[in-house]
Nanobody, 114 residues
């Protein structure tokens, strides 16, 4: 079992930046980290992912603006978000995949507004 804790959300003006962090605890090696988001009244959507080899992938809506990375230790992940837009407003969730399944964090609110 893996427990995830996200941090780094907040209120930012359009064009600004935020960095989200995800910290995982537990004994299982983490193969993948993914970030999802859910805006009010909308379904949860995948944002970005990184596998253990370091390859990354992004949703078209954030490509070129967001960067996902893993910590050197391997049990942390970050999402650097630049040039934020009002449509990026959502609760952001960290997801970690292991050999036995996946775990979710509790989410962190990101609000982009002037």
């Amino acid at each position: 079992q893996v427990q995830l804790v996200e941090s780094g959300g907040g209120l930012v003006q359009p064009g600004g930046s935020l960095r989200l962090s995800c910290s995982a605890s537990g004994s299982l090696p983490i193969n993948t980290f993914k970030w999802y988001r859910q805006a009010p009244g909308k379904q949860r959507e995948w944002v970005a992912g990184i596998i253990s080899g370091g390859n990354t992938k992004y949703a078209d809506s954030v490509k070129g603006r967001f960067t996902i990375s893993r910590g050197k230790v391997g049990n942390t992940a970050s999402l650097q978000m630049n040039n934020l837009k009002p449509e990026d407003t959502a609760v952001y969730f960290c997801n970690a995949g292991t050999a036995w399944g996946e775990s979710w964090g509790q989410g962190t609110q990101v609000t982009v507004s002037s």
